[in-house]
């Protein structure tokens, strides 16, 4: 007994730690800094955190590789878009649109491809959104290459004015914060542990009396909800919604980002949403290298940090813990 005392310490330990460094984290990003660090570009880190969070919620914990995020992103976006900039809705109605349009994409694309497995599910995401992203560049609202500009962030309960970016900021942390605090609840529930016994093995996971397409199906439609609210967020900070948001590229990125951070970790989709964001902010003078020199450094990571970046740290700690 002695012996398993510190094999079942260390993780739990480490768990401690991970919210002890989120906390101070937090801390850091609510004290003010504006005077310092441009907020909008703090806030785009944010809103594609939050993006690669819901992701990892789909595919670290649940075992599902979609390619077709960007459906929920930028519909969410567009939807946030329309309703505020043609219909006049407050802030907070247009990100809890945002995320209802998430859901009721999400509902739908996930209930057809649940019924595949592996690399035909992903497959099946990439195509239907690919529809999506046409009916995007189609549809008469959307604004179709130009997307739908200028839209006005207003007030938050008719009392804070969101036009400054302070303001816009520390909403966007709520909302972050509301939203990664969703996905720590789910991870650490039951529902999160059917979900992980279904990843590891789901023949076994439905042995068990488990009906295993619900739990997909649930954790598909929670991802897309959460993937539809960062999108919404992301079209109030930049006043903007185009093509770019629902594009497949985007799909791309977020695996990138989850990858690069650590699949399966709750705060890998954090650090590689950071590195990401950040390079392309500093390499957007390069051009078209920007991408290949982002390849590169993501081939780096892959092969220096084989479980992400936050993945290997998780690793290196429960080690020392055993010891």
Known sequence: MPLNAPRSAAPAAARNANVWWLLLLLLALAVPFQSVVYPVFVMKILCYALFACAFNLLLGYAGLLSFGHAAFFGGASYATAYLCTSLGVGPLAGLAAGALVGVLLGTAVGAIAIRRTGIYFAMVTLALAQLIYFLALQAPFTGGEDGIQNIPRGE????????????????????????????????????????????????????????????????????????????????????????????????????????????GTLLGPMVGAGVVVTLQKYLSGAGSWSTVIIGLVFMACVLAFRRGIVGEIQAWLDQRGRR
Not at 231 to 243: D, E, I, M, N
């Open 156 to 263: 938050l309960l008719g009392l804070v004015d969101l036009s400054n970016d302070t303001a816009m900021y520390y909403l966007v942390l709520a909302v972050f914060c509301a939203g990664f605090a969703l996905v720590h609840r789910v991870v650490h529930s039951p529902f999160g542990e059917v979900l992980t016994a279904i990843r590891e093995n789901e023949a076994r996971a439905t042995s068990l009396g488990y009906r295993v397409n619900h739990y997909k199906l649930l954790a598909f439609v929670l991802s897309s909800g959460l993937a539809g609210l960062a999108g919404s967020t992301k079209a109030l900070v930049f006043q903007v919604a185009t093509l770019s948001d629902v594009r497949w590229h985007a799909s791309g990125e977020v695996v990138l980002m989850a990858l690069l951070g650590g699949v």
